[in-house]
């Protein structure tokens, strides 16, 4: 049985940091490319950061292009999100996910946006909130 499950999320002030992490179970962790997606209520679940299995490959929003930074440590089966110079608006519900296939993350650059139908295995989120 597959479990993604993510970890934290908090309250920050605008301008700090969080760092998210995710661990994945029951599934072969390298050879899946993991992401990170986010929903604030009222608007749809937005893909933020993307790598791939080996890490060599990845991508980002243009919303948080310089401000955050997706790694994984296939060793410990864990997917990071550095989030710095965090603003309000970043403020949501963050989701890890998996998704699998070789030509995933080219698909992904090649359109701009990480479609959430290419992953998989999805995560419960961990709420992330950027006061002012």
């Known amino acids: 049985q597959v479990q993604v499950v993510e970890s934290g999320g908090g309250l920050v002030q605008a301008g700090g940091s969080l760092k998210l992490s995710c661990t994945a179970s029951?599934?072969?962790?390298?050879?899946?490319?993991m992401g990170w997606f986010r929903q604030a209520p009222g608007k749809e679940r937005e893909g933020v950061s993307c790598i791939s299995w080996s890490g060599a490959t990845t991508y980002y929003a243009n919303s948080v292009k310089g401000r955050f930074t997706i790694s994984r440590d296939n060793a410990k089966n864990t997917l990071y999100l550095q989030m710095n110079s965090l603003k309000p608006d970043d403020t949501a519900m963050y989701y890890c996910?998996?998704?699998?296939?070789?030509?995933?993350?080219?698909?992904?650059?090649?359109?701009?946006?990480?479609?959430?139908?290419?992953?998989?295995?999805w995560g419960q989120g961990t709420q992330v909130t950027v006061s002012s």
């Open positions: 996910a998996a998704g699998r296939g070789s030509s995933l993350m080219t698909s992904i650059q090649a359109l701009g946006v990480m479609p959430t139908p290419f992953f998989g295995y």
């Open positions: 029951g599934l072969t962790f390298d050879d899946y490319a």
